[in-house]
């Protein structure tokens, strides 16, 4: 496979260089134009959609994009989250409809990961393309087959769906696809993490081989198996803004606290840090934390509503218009809503349960700071969570500030502090009380702890390093956090002493504290510590300067950024087959393997970006061979408990668990690509459907003579007149008639004739 030329790729742009580039965006022009849009040669009726919808200029990754799919390329475009993505593939997409030629045919397929943002999707195309003409339809699990079925027959131009449910229309009514020309992968590692990768390999093969396909991810590992997976021919690969990660104007603020203190920590945030007319996005581990932190909210007064996998299609989508109408203040999420959603007034986000990986973490506060508003995340964390946070520090490039208990607090961003205990101990008291009050918060309360050691056991391990770097953080030193600073100011001294008797250490033992010096245990205790009283004093000698070097003095540890040929060593190495080879080393004939240690000469060697590329990654060698869980964990019983390493069931006939064979083709059918998919996805429904509204035969599939009406639905008139010329229509199809046909028309025509005579004459005589 013949790899992209990177380096080229970044200058067939719309613009020379980025002077032009900020030139152009400064300019004032006498005529009305779109910012920069118009040096990109788009058409008057794409420009004015854009104009409507509110861009002024495109985009880093839009300028650097837009040129290369109008060309026909290919295009694996990598940018932060927030930066405009979408535009990227639905503009070029409008400038081809405009200059197609057969306007009956599906021209265009996008696919989404979840339901949320392929509506989110469809609502960009409506809006950009609202001039153009573009009739886009939308495939949904959950939604009525029936009218999905309806809705194929009348051939849109652009198809956004979502993978499981598209190919079972797919395979339903036989579907080719072969007018589809332009096709789009977007969040495209998601949609291999959520396991579709058996879906799109079949929906790739039914497509034809001149399509142009597109992938678009905030994240890109090295390794390109979603590359090869998707089929891309020659591709152009894009990588902006991905060192930063973070957005500029996204403020990181980090809480300690136990546990049990997270429900207190949540409305503390609520009442005296976001404001009364912010909307906060509030994510949590599974969907009982959901429902727990929903009833908790409601009896706190704050408006909000939910968002988990197993709530109602139709649910979901009110839940989520409630929200982004500005009709409640927060919103109750898991990881579902973690990508791709596009809430224009979010300026808030809160990490109720830390993500366990840093690209979650990335998704998760990318819902807020988009197009260059500003935005703040708050994350509480937990002792178990800590870990978790330095990978997420390593992953960035950054260090973690520690706020100390002197009261002096920073500005910087990702400073890591605590909510002052006596906030802290009001809202316990409330939270308590309103447990005691509300059997039904309090059942539900056991709940979600049950369902978060569920959770636990799913969740995958942080690495050992930070483990270790735990231990060593001061955390019981840690001061009030900056954002509660001046609502700590009174209760300074309060909380100084507090942390005083939290760290105080008493001198002696339990057999020495109170007791009388007479005693045989106080004598030997006290030889004892004078014998090896000079040991303990070097021992914490030693130990003082590792702390302070790795975490008092807040080190910063600066990562070396990846370059382009960095990436392209890392392309041609995953697209070659992996294979063991043997090399020859001297010429005495001494073979050693490639994945060998030589202990002589080896020189262990780690990657400067070794923690930036393992957070990028979505599958690797490693995950692989350890059967790793996926980055997303489950939000509900069914996914906490199902185990990817083995699965059991019970067997009633030999009375024990078994494994199950996952790779039984027993329930399954074979596609035109050879790929094993269940039979029910050929439940015969269309047939049923095709039958009952007398739609055409076959009009699922695309031959090239089916004509217009051969697409539409054939249905019956409801008036007189109308069902008189439908049966006018159907007696002038019959073209060959027998003679005794022949014979009766004639009779019937005389017949007519002569009625008619008479009628004549009785007018003239009247």
């Known amino acids: 496979m013949v790899l992209p030329n990177i380096e080229s790729s970044e200058k067939v742009v719309g613009f020379d260089d980025d002077e032009d580039y900020e030139a152009e965006t400064t300019k004032k022009h006498s005529t009305k134009k779109l910012g920069g849009f118009h040096r990109l040669g788009l058409h008057p009726l794409v420009l004015k959609g854009i104009q409507k919808r509110g861009y002024k200029t495109p985009t880093p990754i839009q300028r650097k994009t837009i040129p290369l799919i109008m060309e026909g390329r290919d295009v694996v475009a990598m940018a932060r989250t927030g930066s405009g993505k979408t535009a990227c593939f639905l503009i070029p997409l409008f400038e081809k409809l405009l200059v197609r030629q057969n306007k009956n045919t599906t021209k265009a397929l996008i696919l989404s990961p979840t339901r949320e943002l392929a509506l989110q999707t469809n609502k960009f195309v409506k809006e950009l393309g609202r001039f153009c003409g573009v009739r886009a339809a939308l495939v949904l699990g959950g939604d009525s087959m029936d009218n999905q079925f309806s809705m194929m027959h009348s051939k849109p131009d652009v198809l956004v769906a979502t993978p499981g449910r598209f190919l079972h229309l797919c395979v339903e009514m036989e579907l080719r696809l072969s007018d589809v020309e332009y096709v789009v992968f977007d969040e495209a590692d998601r949609l291999f993490e959520m396991g579709f990768g058996e879906q799109l390999r079949e929906i790739v093969h039914r497509l034809p081989d001149s399509r142009q396909t597109l992938l678009f991810s905030a994240t890109l590992p090295k390794v390109l198996v979603e590359f090869a997976r998707a089929g891309l021919t020659d591709p152009v690969l894009l990588r902006l803004d991905v060192e930063s990660k973070l957005p500029d104007t996204l403020e990181l603020s980090f809480i300690s606290c136990r546990s049990e203190e997270k429900p207190a920590a949540l409305t503390c945030l609520l009442d005296h840090v976001v404001p009364s007319d912010g909307q906060v996005a509030i994510f949590v581990a599974t969907k009982h934390h959901v429902e727990y932190v929903h009833m908790l909210l409601d009896q ?350 019970w067997d009633k006939k030999r009375k024990r668990m ?32 095709v039958e009952r509204s007398k739609a055409g035969e076959d009009s699922g599939s695309d031959n090239e003579d089916q004509e217009d ?43 007519k004739k002569k009625k008619n005579a008479r009628k004549g004459k009785k007018k003239k005589k009247n």
């Open 300 to 649: 706190a007064g704050v408006s909000n509503t939910f968002i988990y996998s197993d709530l109602d299609p139709s649910a979901r989508k009110i839940n989520t218009a409630k929200f982004q109408t500005g009709k409640v203040r927060a919103l109750v999420v898991t990881d579902v809503a973690a990508r791709g959603l596009d809430i224009p007034s979010l300026d808030y986000v809160i990490n109720y349960n830390f993500p366990a990986k840093p690209k979650l973490f990335v998704h998760r506060v990318g819902r807020c700071a988009r197009a260059g508003r500003p935005g703040t995340a708050y994350s509480l964390v937990a002792g178990d969570e800590l870990c978790y946070l330095l990978d997420l520090q390593l992953f960035l490039g950054r260090s973690l500030p520690l706020i100390d208990t002197e009261g002096a607090t920073t500005a910087e961003s990702g400073a890591l502090g605590r909510i002052p205990q006596h906030l802290l101990d009001d809202q316990l008291s409330k939270i308590q009380l309103w447990h005691n009050n509300n059997s039904g918060l309090n059942s539900q309360r056991v709940v979600s702890e049950n369902a978060y050691k569920q959770y636990l056991k799913s969740r995958p391990g942080a690495s050992v390093d930070s483990v270790r770097r735990v231990k060593q953080l001061p955390v019981n030193t840690l001061g009030p956090h900056p954002a509660f600073t001046a609502l700590a100011t009174p209760q300074v001294d309060r909380a100084a002493f507090l942390a005083q008797i939290k760290n105080f250490k008493p001198q002696g033992t339990v057999f020495e504290l109170g007791q009388s010096s007479r005693i045989e245990s106080y004598k030997v205790m006290k030889t004892k510590r004078n014998k090896d009283n000079e040991k303990i004093l070097n021992f914490k000698q030693k130990l003082q300067p590792k702390v302070t070097d790795e975490v008092g003095e807040n080190k910063r540890v600066d990562l070396e950024l990846s370059d382009l040929a960095d990436i392209s060593r890392t392309f041609s190495r995953v697209i070659l087959p992996a294979k063991r080879r043997e090399a020859q080393i001297g010429g005495g004939g001494k073979r050693l393997k490639v994945g060998g240690v030589d202990k002589e000469h080896f020189i262990p060697y780690k990657p400067a970006d070794a923690h930036t590329e393992q957070g990028l990654a979505v599958e690797n060698f490693q995950q692989t061979a350890a059967h790793a869980m996926l980055d997303m964990t489950g939000d509900t019983d069914q996914a906490l408990r199902q185990s990817h390493r083995a699965r059991m069931t």
């Open 709 to 751: 009406s051969n697409t539409r639905l054939k249905t019956t008139p409801n008036t007189r007149w109308g069902r008189h010329n439908l049966k006018v229509q159907q007696k002038a199809k019959i073209k060959l008639k027998n003679t005794d046909q022949i014979l009766k028309q004639r009779i019937i025509a005389e017949k």
């Open 658 to 689: 078994v494994g199950v064979d996952t790779n039984s083709k027993v329930g399954k059918i074979k596609s035109e690509s050879g790929t094993w998919i269940p039979a029910t996805y050929k439940s015969g429904r269309y047939k049923a459907w």
